[in-house]
Structures are given as C-alpha cells and as structure tokens.
C-alpha cells in the first residue's frame, strides 16, 4: 500500500461509513481494483481509518453526547444486539466476504430503500427527536444493525431503514444511525485490536496518519451533507445508486470471470 492507495481508501471510507450504501462493501471493491491483498498491515490501516471516521461524528455530535445521558443508554441498549451476535457468529460473517455477496446485498437493500420510501407518509413517522424514541424500538433498530454484519448490507442504511419502519422520521432516524455507529465502531474497532495485538504494527505510520485524517476530513464532510440531503429528498437515490452498483459489479465479475 502506498500514500495514494491511502488517500483513496481514507475518502472511500469517509464518504461511505455514513451514508447507506455500504462501506465495507466499497472497501471490498476498491481494495479489489487497487490490488490490496488482505494483511496485517491492510487490518491495521482499515481500524485507524474507521477510528478516523467515528472521530468525526463525535466532534459533530461532542455537545449533546457530553450532556446527554439518557441518549448514551438508548445507543447502548440498541447495540447489544448486535455485540451479542458479532462475538457469537462472528467467523461466519467473515466468511460471507465476497465480491458476488457484495453486489447481490447491494442490490437487494436498494430496492429495500425505494419500496419503503414509496411508502413513507410523515403523518405515520410521529418520532421527530431521539429523545422521543422509547428504549423498546431502540433495541429493535439494534436488531436491524445485526443485519448489516453480512457484507454489502450497510450499517447506516439498515439502522436507518429499521428507523424509519419504526416511525422515525428521516431526519432522526439518520442522527440515530450515525450515533449508534459510535458503540458499535469502537466495540467492532477495539475487538480486531485484541483479536490481532501480537501482529499489528505501526510500520508506515505516515500512510497510517494519512489514512486517517482523510477518513475523518470526509466522514465530517459527508454526515453534514446527508443530514442537508435528508431536508429536502428521499433514499431512492441511494437505493438507485446501490442497484445500479451491484449490477455494474455483477457484470464485471461475469467479463472477468470471477467469484
């Protein structure tokens, strides 16, 4: 990995960690068409790029999180779902990484997204402030997060979706999202660090620094500009944009004849 490998995937992770169309499944793909093998030091630079990007929701959010208690045990109870089910399957997750998995996900969570904004009618989504949520529906956004351990999903998109549903409007159940990503990263974060301590190293520490202040520069960029998106437009986009990109990436697994 060089210095232009990381700034690439510092902004794909940026831009992606918050808006719902899968960053793990972009990292996937670009790591792919960059030719970025899997290794120690790619695990160590995809943990400091996410720490990178999580940094930037709690500069945007620091103010209420550092007053607001009861909003820190809505965001707990609502990730114990999905840290119950991450250390239990885990490894079979893993194991779902692919290319194909990718795409078919993508695919499938983007016409997720147009069927229930087709749907979507203010008058039913009476949530309009996470202070408004009861702890109940906070545990079930947590279980739609689970969802998003199978690669391609998006972890933003299907706490959003699972927002929404349970009549969030738009605007909060955005906000929810990218607050629970705070637990969930630095649990999912802090999890790799123990699973891999013997092996990480700070080798290439300046593509390690790069990495990351390009992840939080465009994590920041990126959760101001949904939450202005979100005033005035639907998901569909995205769940267009995710269609269109499962499809793209079908084609080319088909051309090139690969798994």
Same mark, same amino acid.
């Given at each position: 990995?060089?210095?232009?490998?990381?700034?690439?995937?510092?902004?794909?992770?940026?831009?992606?960690? =918050?808006?719902?169309?899968?960053?793990?499944?972009?990292?996937?793909?670009?790591?792919?068409?960059?030719?970025?093998?899997?290794?120690?030091?790619?695990?160590?630079?995809?943990?400091?790029?996410?720490?990178?990007?999580?940094?930037?929701?709690?500069?945007?959010?620091? +103010?209420?999180?550092?007053? +607001?208690?009861?909003?820190?045990?809505?965001?707990?109870?609502?990730?114990?779902?999905?840290?119950?089910?991450?250390?239990?399957?885990?490894?079979?997750?893993?194991?779902? =990484?692919?290319?194909?998995?990718?795409?078919?996900?993508?695919?499938?969570?983007?016409?997720?997204?147009?069927?229930?904004?087709? =749907?979507?009618?203010?008058?039913?989504?009476?949530?309009?402030?996470? +202070?408004?949520?009861?702890?109940?529906?906070?545990?079930?956004?947590?279980?739609?997060?689970?969802?998003?351990?199978?690669?391609?999903?998006?972890?933003?998109?299907?706490?959003?979706?699972?927002?929404?549903?349970?009549?969030?409007?738009?605007?909060?159940?955005?906000?929810?999202?990218?607050?629970?990503?705070?637990?969930?990263?630095?649990?999912?974060?802090?999890?790799?660090?123990?699973?891999?301590?013997?092996?990480?190293?700070?080798?290439?520490?300046?593509?390690?620094?790069?990495?990351?202040?390009?992840?939080?520069?465009?994590?920041?960029?990126?959760?101001?500009?949904?939450?202005?998106?979100?005033?005035?437009?639907?998901?569909?986009?995205?769940?267009?944009?995710?269609?269109?990109?499962?499809?793209?990436?079908?084609?080319?697994?088909?051309?090139?004849?690969?798994?």
């Amino acid at each position: 990995m060089n210095l232009f490998d990381a700034v690439v995937l510092g902004i794909v992770e940026g831009v992606t960690e =918050f808006l719902p169309i899968s960053s793990t499944g972009h990292m996937i793909l670009v790591s792919s068409l960059l030719g970025i093998k899997q290794n120690t030091f790619e695990k160590t630079f995809e943990i400091v790029i996410q720490l990178g990007a999580i940094l930037a929701v709690l500069w945007i959010y620091k +103010d209420r999180l550092s007053k +607001d208690i009861a909003l820190w045990k809505k965001l707990i109870v609502a990730f114990i779902p999905t840290g119950i089910l991450g250390l239990l399957f885990h490894k079979y997750f893993e194991a779902l =990484f692919s290319d194909k998995v990718v795409a078919t996900m993508l695919i499938v969570w983007g016409v997720i997204f147009i069927v229930v904004e087709l =749907f979507y009618n203010k008058l039913s989504h009476s949530i309009k402030d996470v +202070d408004k949520l009861p702890y109940w529906k906070a545990v079930m956004v947590g279980i739609f997060q689970s969802l998003a351990m199978v690669p391609g999903t998006s972890r933003s998109g299907s706490t959003i979706i699972g927002g929404m549903l349970l009549g969030m409007d738009r605007k909060t159940a955005t906000e929810f999202s990218f607050l629970l990503a705070i637990p969930t990263m630095f649990a999912a974060s802090g999890f790799e660090l123990v699973k891999n301590a013997s092996s990480f190293t700070l080798d290439g520490i300046g593509i390690l620094a790069v990495g990351f202040i390009t992840a939080f520069t465009f994590a920041f960029l990126s959760v101001k500009w949904l939450l202005s998106f979100i005033k005035t437009h639907s998901f569909i986009p995205f769940g267009i944009y995710r269609i269109a990109l499962g499809i793209l990436v079908f084609l080319l697994l088909s051309v090139f004849n690969l798994q």
